[in-house]
């Protein structure tokens, strides 16, 4: 989401993702998953909330929802409300982290299936949470790698013969 480019009218217009890849150069505005891992993972995420199995925050009484949409990746920590709408609205995302679009570059690259799984530990929109995340270290990522764990498992097993 950073790879603007500022027009002589003063309007940014969004450049995307801009690299080689296996079948050459790309120049898109996004790094698709792939469609297999995205099913996958919500059957995984379906079967895990259905089953109460996510662990609750601590302090939050909510059980853990999983949620399908666009990942956004930036260098920038947006922590401004007002500009983190701004983005969603800008870019249709449903949250913005500033890892995932390396790793699916790399995939794009050779040519290996991609899929990001987040555990939204730092929502802006929700609380300020910078001093409430040292208190919880040891619980980000957690969820998202039960999702990511039951998703392989999911997939190595073995396809019901018709």
Not at 19 to 46: K, M, Q, R
Request: net charge negative; glycine share 8%.
């Amino acid at each position: 989401m950073d790879a603007a480019k500022v027009l002589p009218d003063g309007s940014k217009t969004y450049m995307g993702f801009r690299g080689g890849t296996l079948g050459g150069f790309n120049e898109s505005a996004t790094l698709p998953a792939d469609p297999a891992l995205i099913a996958a993972a919500e059957a995984a995420g379906e079967r895990l909330t259905s089953a109460s199995a996510l662990p609750i925050w601590p302090g939050v009484e909510v059980r853990p929802v999983v949620h399908r949409g666009v990942v956004g990746s930036s260098d920038t920590w947006t922590q401004h409300r007002p500009s983190i709408e701004t983005l969603h609205e800008q870019h249709g995302t449903m949250c913005e982290e500033m890892e995932a679009s390396s790793i699916a570059a790399v995939c794009a690259s050779f040519g290996v299936p991609f899929l990001a799984v987040k555990d939204i530990s730092n929502n802006e929109l929700r609380d300020d949470t910078t001093d409430s995340l040292l208190k919880v270290a040891e619980e980000i990522g957690k969820r998202a790698a039960m999702v990511v764990h039951a998703t392989i498992a999911a997939m190595a097993e073995p396809s019901p013969r018709l």
